[in-house]
């Protein structure tokens, strides 16, 4: 069972007052990236991390793991990772998609994500895709508002990867990132109106959109 964040009401304890001023004396950012994927999205996401470390930025490090899980099940194995963490990580990115999960278990994860905020200690971010992480992608080419299942969308990725000569479309390709990075702010563009173009209804209810580009834009910074 996994340790509970903490609570408001232990603030004052003296452990709690070290660790708060761990967090805000050290200078190094530690962020956890947590995907539901164990090939797409670690490998696109460990593509950022390089180009990151590449700059020698002594602002933020990044670990990344794939787990296979997803919806409530994948902010267990994030909860998990913080706790068997040696150091104070600030902000946890969970990355998944909406797939053939219900509903219920999709919108939940965003549910419990406010409710561990609230508490003192990590920031946990429901980075979703409804349906799928190739939604992002897509969004590099076009712009498109109705919804497309993954098998669609992998079908229209292999599309404009032929025009412009970016050999196939792999869900493993490690040099992913480096293909459609020319494309990213186009991306974020169509991600950002698409959100716009739904009234707060539920992640369930937002087919197609995506989250993702709120990550990276974050990413960004560091670049």
């Not at 994030?78 to 053939?100: F, P, R």
């Amino acid at each position: 069972m996994s340790k509970k964040p903490i609570k408001k009401s232990d603030a004052s304890k003296d452990w709690i007052q070290k660790r708060k001023t761990r967090k805000i004396e050290s200078k190094l950012e530690y962020h956890l990236i947590v995907c539901e994927g164990t090939e797409t999205e670690p490998n696109y996401f460990e593509a950022i991390k390089s180009k990151i470390k590449e700059q020698r930025n002594d602002k933020i490090t990044i670990k990344i793991v794939g787990k296979g899980r997803g919806t409530t099940n994948l902010v267990d194995e994030a909860i998990d990772e913080v706790n068997k963490a040696t150091n104070y990580i600030s902000n946890v990115w969970l990355i998944y998609d909406k797939d053939e999960f219900t509903e219920e278990s999709f919108d939940k994860v965003v549910t419990i994500c406010n409710q561990i905020n609230k508490e003192e200690g990590t920031i946990y971010h429901p980075i979703w895709s409804n349906e799928c992480i190739e939604t992002w992608i897509l969004l590099h080419f076009i712009r498109f508002d109705t919804p497309i299942n993954r098998k669609d969308c992998i079908g229209k990725l292999n599309t404009h990867f032929k025009q412009r000569k970016l050999g196939k479309y792999e869900k493993n390709d490690e040099k992913l990132y480096e293909k459609i990075k020319p494309y990213e702010e186009v991306a974020i563009k169509n991600a950002k109106w698409l959100e716009n173009k739904y009234n707060n209804q539920l992640p369930s209810q937002m087919n197609p959109c995506t989250k993702v580009y709120c990550l990276i834009e974050f990413l960004n910074k560091y670049m």
